[in-house]
């Protein structure tokens, strides 16, 4: 695995599974009223709504007492906030950087986006998963806005400096000065030996090896290839390799939206369904309320919990991020939340197919000419 994804694991550390947007924000919330010296922000929505202005007046209050806040946006993400928001960020010390902001000069860079969902405390602690700042990411009811379904994690140790040393990168490439901080040595997490790999994609380079991680992680496992994801739009090698794995015997099931914010691109996903079916992968659709998870279980040992979905926007175009988690025990609770999910999720059949409205099916057709895309 390091051979494919160019880099190592990181021993000593320990990680919390975030399955409830609830928790998870508490946690983020409770880690960055506990700052000391920095907090690194890298998200690719940070709404205005309550939930937002509530994370920024904490930010602006942990910079008046002397921790040095550093937040990446992505403009297009967050396009739709009020300059208030970023005014009031600023006035409080906040240092903010916009993520390819439109430039007339190159409108092809406005295409590629930062997907990443990424918070670093005092280079020691780290969230990252799907969860971007919102009300209905943190799980708010106001204005008949449900809850969504997501995972997160919380990781801390050694993994922690790396996360780090990938924002300051981030940073800088979005004209940001030279950060001069530096993550105390955290000397591993007592008790705690969970190996991590990070992960960090942002040039057609390390695209390439997330795509051959993805597979390559699909072609060894020797069980199970357990998927919950928000988009599913894959790749015809990834769409290969899956299905030969179903093939062998491994038992492939993919957790899909049954209500899905972005219509177009689950419509164009149902266009794959039919061949997966007949070769043997599993198809489920969640159904409570909107999945936004991304998550990665196979043979229940490896995971993968990250920002990244399998369309090729999140491949081809956007810089995402996550961690991979090579240990049995986190392998374990990964599949009791696949689990979970799947009590929650109806089965999708052949023969469901063609039952689905003539008018959706024909969009799928249509959306799925602009995949690449999507």
Request: charged share 25%.
């Amino acid at each position: 695995m390091e051979r494919v994804a160019q880099t190592s694991f990181l021993d000593r550390n320990s990680i919390q599974v975030l399955k409830d947007g609830h928790l998870a924000f508490e946690e983020v919330f409770r880690a960055v009223e506990e700052a000391e010296r920095f907090i690194c922000l890298d998200f690719y929505i940070f709404r205005d709504d309550d939930t937002g202005w509530a994370l920024a007046q904490l930010l602006a209050r942990k910079s008046s007492q002397g921790v040095r806040v550093y937040l990446i946006y992505d403009h297009f993400g967050c396009l739709t906030n009020s300059g208030r928001f970023w005014e009031f960020l600023g006035s409080h010390g906040v240092e903010l950087l916009p993520f390819h902001p439109f430039q007339w000069t190159n409108p092809n860079l406005y295409f590629h986006r930062d997907h990443r969902k990424l918070v670093v405390i005092d280079g020691q602690v780290v969230f990252t998963g799907g969860l971007n700042v919102g009300d209905e990411y943190r799980g708010y009811l106001r204005k008949k806005i449900a809850g969504w379904r997501d995972t997160g994690v919380k990781v801390k140790g050694p993994i922690a400096g790396a996360m780090f040393e990938a924002f300051k990168k981030s940073w800088i490439e979005c004209k940001g000065g030279w950060i001069e901080d530096s993550p105390a040595d955290p000397g591993g997490e007592p008790g705690q030996s969970v190996a991590i790999l990070p992960l960090f994609s942002s040039s057609r380079k390390s695209m390439r090896i997330l795509k051959q991680l993805l597979q390559f992680s699909v072609h060894s496992a020797l069980k199970s290839i357990h998927l919950t994801m928000a988009y599913f739009i894959p790749t015809r090698k990834f769409l290969r390799v899956l299905m030969k794995a179903a093939r062998r015997g491994v038992d492939v099931k993919i957790i899909l939206p049954g209500q899905s914010d972005l219509r177009a691109v689950a419509y164009a996903s149902r266009t794959y369904y039919k061949t997966l079916l007949r070769e043997g992968v599993q198809i489920f659709h969640y159904q409570p309320r909107v999945l936004h998870a991304k998550t990665l279980v196979f043979d229940g040992h490896w995971s993968i919990v990250g920002s990244a979905n399998l369309d090729p926007r999140s491949l081809n175009y956007n810089y995402e991020c996550g961690v991979g988690i090579l240990d049995p025990g986190v392998g374990e609770e990964m599949e009791r939340v696949f689990q979970n999910d799947l009590k929650d999720s109806s089965p999708v059949r052949e023969e469901d197919l063609a039952r689905w409205p003539l008018h959706e099916r024909a969009l799928g057709t249509f959306f799925s000419y602009f995949r690449s895309y999507l």
